[in-house]
T-cell receptor
């Protein structure tokens, strides 16, 4: 089975940096995804990690440690529009197709 | 591309009625997923298809739920009879074949279902 944990809520200040952690315990591993979901909207893809290390994409970076079952999403230079839920999702082994198991999501509130 | 299309966007129905949700995946995508999202349970996978064939339906809550994919461009999720606890946002997502790499899932706008 899959178990994915992330904090329920976080608050940060505009212009600051915030790190959203995700830990997972899965029977297999074939990649970790981060999605952003604004209230009332669909999740949209942010980042993908399959090897250990940091992937940087503009203001957003994602880190993975497979041995620790740990990932984080780093958001820099926070903007008000970054207020959203951030979902961590794990893809199982290749023979499980492209099925993802999602964590409960972290609701981030950015304050002025 | 228009992205994943879902209809209706909102559905309000009474307990006991049949509900049918529809999805058109992105053209060329081999995988189609149905999810349900609630505040209490988050985003849950209900069922997914590969090349129109159901692969894993272990997330379907009970026999009241059924899903079909008659062709590569259309899928339905049916609830019969509906109950108030089925109230949620139902998302459809599609993705290309997993050949290594990203192969992210693209989500539709969702159907917000309210069962009174």
């Amino acid at each position: 089975g899959q178990n994915i944990d992330q904090p329920t809520e976080m608050t940060a200040t505009e212009g600051a940096i915030v790190q959203i952690n995700c830990t997972y315990q899965t029977s297999g591993f074939n990649g970790l995804f981060w999605y952003q979901q604004h209230a009332g909207e669909a999740p949209t893809f942010l980042s993908y990690n399959v090897l250990d290390g940091l992937e940087e994409k503009g203001r957003f970076s994602s880190f993975l440690s497979r041995s620790k079952g740990y990932s984080y999403l780093l958001l820099k230079e926070l903007q008000m529009k970054d207020s959203a839920s951030y979902l961590c999702a794990v893809r199982d082994l290749p023979n499980a197709g492209n099925m993802l198991t999602f964590g409960g999501g972290t609701r981030l509130m950015v304050k002025p | 591309d228009a992205g994943v299309i879902q209809s209706p966007r909102h559905e309000v129905t009474e307990m006991g009625q049949e509900v049918t949700l529809r999805c058109k995946p992105i053209s060329g995508h081999d995988y189609l997923f149905w999810y349900r999202q609630t505040m209490m349970r988050g985003l849950e996978l209900l069922i997914y298809f590969n090349n129109n064939v159901p692969i894993d339906d272990s997330g379907m809550p009970e026999d009241r739920f059924s899903a079909k994919m008659p062709n590569a461009s259309f899928s339905t999720l049916k609830i019969q009879p509906s109950e108030p606890r089925d109230s949620a946002v139902y998302f459809c997502a599609s993705s290309p074949v997993v050949g290594g790499g990203n192969n992210e899932q693209f989500f539709g706008p969702g159907t917000r279902l309210t069962v009174l």
